[in-house]
Structure formats: structure tokens, C-alpha cells
């Protein structure tokens, strides 16, 4: 009788060079929350570890990561004042712009990612100019102002924008808008699959954009549908998107593998603030073994399909593939 070679389980050596997925720090972005002020550095009581920090925080912050080996990051601004349309995010010198000229002045071989939005701008905490009749965002109202954010990010020397809003025909509307400005190789990492997902609620605490009234399943996608996640993501591609992107990340495994099997471009996953804060809870109950079932967890996005992961762990798993301990 055939007695098959269990080739996994002899040799560690030989068990490690079979391994066929593997997770490196150049696969990851790392968010940054940035908040005008001053000598800010607040940590989150939803996330431990994660904080939204001031513009002269930002050095010291940067260094760190680059440090670890990190190379991109992507922010999120937290303006001083807020209001219906979100005014900060239209400005040349709000809180953003700020940020991506700060850090490229001293940190010019960082990849600087921008998520482009209006939620944390606005004092309705919805994403974009609202349709106060439907009581939802109008769309293409929202399209409008979202060009003009594109711009003022491109100027700041923004190296890639991700726009998150989830507005029918953005990135068609933005790939115009920067193609037409001399920015025709600005990349877009579309956020072309977000579902309206409970698993967000502790990045509402840090980026201070919890919506005032209803919620967002007006123009994000309901969680049930595949076939309509795999339609929006291949419409995405058909407008000009450089990198699609499922978020949230782990409880959509099936969704990343069937777009990835599906499109052509690179894929993108957001390992969100919920299921950030989940493992952090189970860590502090003493329920898991807190690094193994990280580093599970991210090989899980990988193994699905994903070539990029955004997520608050970043710099933690660069300390474990560092062979640093947390």
C-alpha cells in the first residue's frame, strides 16, 4: 500500500520552506489619525493603541513606524471645526493637507495613502453634502466636492488616495478630475466593496464621525449580498480603479477570494477597527493566545486573496516579524 510522504511534519526547515503564504511589513498600511492642536497624543479607550495624534506628534509617530519596517500609511483627518459640507476637507491648508506636506518634508519615502471622505469633516457625520428630503447623502452633489478634496490632496503630495464614501461613479468622477490636472499617475485604491457593517463602531470613537441621525445603508452594501459585491468591485475596475478593496476584512474572507478570483487588479483588505478591538478583549480576558491568533488572522487575509492589508495591528505584527515581542 502507498504510504504518502507527510512532508509537513517532519522537518520544521522543510515544513517552513513548503509554507505557501506569508505575511511581510511591506503588506501593510498602517492608520494614522491626525487631530489639529497641539501636544495631542490620546489613546483611544475602544483601541488600545491606537491614537489620534497633532501635526507636531507626527515626526516622532513616523519615525517609529519606520523603525519597525512599516513603508505606507494612510490618514484621517480630525479638523478643529466641522460643518455641513465639510469645509476643512476642501482646504489647502486643512488638516490633511497639513499632514501629507509635514510628513513628506521629513519622511519623503513614506507612501502616504489619504482616505478621501467627508463623515469626519462633517458636523452630520454623514459622507457627503446631505439630500435633507431622503434624509441620505446626494450623491452627486458629494461627487462634486469629493474632485476638489482629490486635488487639494494630489497638490499636498499625496502618493495614492482611497476614497471611502462609496458614491455611484467616484472613482470614474475622481480619475477624471486628476487626469484633467496633471495628476494622470496618482493611483486610487477604491474602497469599491464596504459594506455597512456593525464592525466599524470603535473607529466612530477615534475619528470622532458618528452619523447624528439613521445610518450609512443608504449608500454602503448590505452584508448578505455577494453577487453584489462582486458587481460593484468589477464596476470599480471598468471607472479606472488602480486597487479594489473589501472592508471589513474577516468576517468577508469569502468575498475577497471570489473578487480576487474574478478581476484583475490587486486587492486590498481593512481589517477594521471592530475586529481590532475584538482580539484586544480577548487578549486582556486571557481567552487567547494573543500573538499566534494574530498572525492566524492575518495569513487568513492573505491566504483569501488580499495584497495589501490596512490595519491598526501593523505595527504589531512588523514587531513579531522583527522577532520583537509585544
Known amino acids: 500500500m502507498f504510504k504518502r510522504f507527510r512532508r509537513n511534519r517532519i522537518n520544521p526547515v ?30 483611544i479607550s475602544s483601541m488600545p493603541g491606537v491614537f489620534q495624534i497633532s501635526l507636531d506628534k507626527l515626526e516622532d509617530e513616523i519615525n517609529d ?14 479638523p478643529k471645526v466641522k460643518d455641513s459640507v465639510g469645509s476643512d476637507a ?7 493637507a497639513e499632514a501629507v506636506r509635514k510628513i513628506k518634508s521629513f519622511a519623503p519615502d513614506i507612501f502616504v495613502v489619504t482616505d478621501l471622505c467627508f463623515c469626519e469633516y462633517t458636523d452630520h457625520g454623514h459622507c457627503g453634502i446631505l439630500d435633507i428630503k431622503n434624509q441620505t447623502v446626494d450623491n452627486d452633489k458629494t461627487l462634486e466636492i469629493s474632485a476638489k478634496q482629490a486635488l487639494v ?9 482611497a476614497p471611502s464614501g ?14 484633467a490636472n496633471g495628476y494622470e499617475n ?24 458618528a452619523p447624528s441621525f439613521g445610518d450609512r445603508k ?9 453577487r453584489e459585491a462582486i458587481a460593484e468591485s468589477i464596476e470599480d475596475e471598468m471607472q479606472g480603479a488602480d486597487i479594489l478593496m473589501v472592508k471589513p476584512a474577516l ?4 468575498v475577497i477570494r471570489k473578487i480576487k478570483d474574478t478581476t484583475s487588479l490587486p486587492m486590498a483588505v481593512y481589517n477594521v477597527s471592530g475586529e481590532y478591538a475584538m482580539l484586544k478583549a480577548a487578549a486582556k480576558a486571557g481567552v487567547i493566545d494573543y500573538e499566534r491568533i494574530l498572525m492566524e488572522t492575518m495569513i487568513a487575509f492573505k491566504r483569501a486573496g488580499a495584497d495589501i492589508i490596512i490595519s491598526y495591528h501593523a505595527k504589531e505584527v512588523a514587531k513579531l516579524l522583527n522577532g520583537e515581542s509585544l
Do not use: W
Not at 17 to 40: S, W
Not at 167 to 174: A, Q
Not at 195 to 201: E, T, V
Open 14 to 43: 522543510l515544513r517552513d520552506m513548503l509554507q505557501e503564504t506569508h505575511v511581510r511589513k511591506e503588506d501593510f498600511i498602517y492608520p494614522l489619525f491626525i487631530k489639529a492642536g497641539v501636544n495631542i497624543k490620546e489613546e
Open 65 to 78: 513606524i519606520k523603525r519597525l519596517g512599516l513603508k505606507s500609511i494612510i490618514l484621517f483627518g480630525i
Open 90 to 96: 476642501l482646504c489647502e491648508h486643512g488638516i490633511i
Open 153 to 161: 490632496h494630489a497638490k499636498a503630495g499625496v502618493d495614492m488616495i
Open 166 to 179: 462609496m458614491m455611484d461613479g467616484v472613482i470614474e468622477t475622481l480619475r477624471e478630475a486628476l487626469d
Open 186 to 209: 496618482l493611483p486610487i485604491m477604491s474602497y469599491s466593496t464596504k459594506f455597512a457593517s456593525a464592525y466599524y463602531g470603535p473607529f466612530r470613537d477615534v475619528a470622532e464621525s
Open 218 to 226: 443608504s449608500y454602503q452594501m448590505n452584508p448578505a449580498n455577494l
Open 251 to 254: 468576517a468577508y474572507l469569502d
